[in-house]
């Protein structure tokens, strides 16, 4: 595919005005365009550089939509920021024909003069070689590394995405970026799915599994990111109580790393027992044995829908 082919498939129309390619991916796909200064029609374009890389533009929005454009006004000294602005207009402006009448472009980045307006068009600047302190954020903000913490609770589970790094604390970027819960905790899908049998069926079992699955597709669904994420903290009593049954023993000290392969383990033995031998377990509390195959539903959902290799438990 050539290269206005494969732009006119990212942008989902017909490029506007000229342009060129000037950061590629590894395999050759348009990460970064380098536009005329007008469109074939003569509009005035103000974004020199455009980043249509798909990867790319969806990591920024994820970064814009968690505030990240207030976040960067706050991080950096205004007085670079209206530098920056200056220097990207002169450089689009320099190749505007001496005799131009009419409109012309204006503005900096994205076409504004002061502030933040657009991450997406700083961090092509950047990735083009630009010396554009908003873009070189950016980047930074994207090499970080996420977390999601997960609470178990009696009616529902708590879902947080975090970024809380020094990096991320010197930026202005702090904390949580968004929380969010499914309805089904440790109370409530053991009393809905679990009601009457001792153990379970197997149909029970399948039925939590699916109820807490679906609900946090629709989780990810609404937070792609997600799917990127690779460190995931599980906390709350249940959770403590799995790392304890892991452990075979109550002194569990600081956190804990629980393999995929040991948490399928857990399930399967405290999902088949009746809750009078379940209560044997060591490192099982008693006020746990009736809810503890539903925690196992929960973080298994989470593990298998994430294709996690293993989990902390906090």
Known sequence: MDDRARVRELLGREPQGDFEVIVRSSDGDPIVLRNAPFLDD??????????????EVRQVSHLEASGGVRAAEAAIDSALIDDAHRRYAAERDALLP??????RP????????????????????????GDDPVGRWVAEQLELPSEVRITLG?????????????K???????????????????VNLTTAEFEGNDPPSPAQLTNALGAVGDEF????????????????????PLAN???????????????FVLPRDAAEEIFRTVATEPATDRAYNPGLPRE??????????????????????????A
């Open 288 to 313: 746990h044995v009736d809810t503890v195959v539903a925690a196992c539903c929960i973080v298994l959902a989470v593990m298998r829908r994430l294709h996690l290799d293993q989990v902390m438990i």
């Open 106 to 129: 204006s503005g900096g980045v994205g076409g504004t003069r002061t502030g933040v307006k657009c991450l997406h068009a700083h961090y092509a600047w950047h990735l083009a070689g």
């Open 217 to 236: 597709d629709d989780v990810v669904r609404s937070h792609a990111e997600l799917i990127d994420v690779a460190a995931v903290t599980i906390s709350g």
């Open 154 to 166: 009696d009616s529902a589970t708590a879902i947080a995405l975090t970024a809380s790094t020094a």
């Open 98 to 103: 001496v005799d131009h009448v009419g409109p």
């Open 42 to 55: 003569g509009t005035p374009m103000p974004t020199r550089y455009w980043l249509v890389g798909p990867d």
């Open 241 to 255: 109580t799995l790392a304890r049954l892991e452990a075979g023993r109550d002194d569990i000290a600081g956190d």
């Open 168 to 186: 991320s604390n010197a930026a202005g970027v702090t904390g949580t970026a968004w929380t969010t819960e499914i309805p089904w905790g440790v």
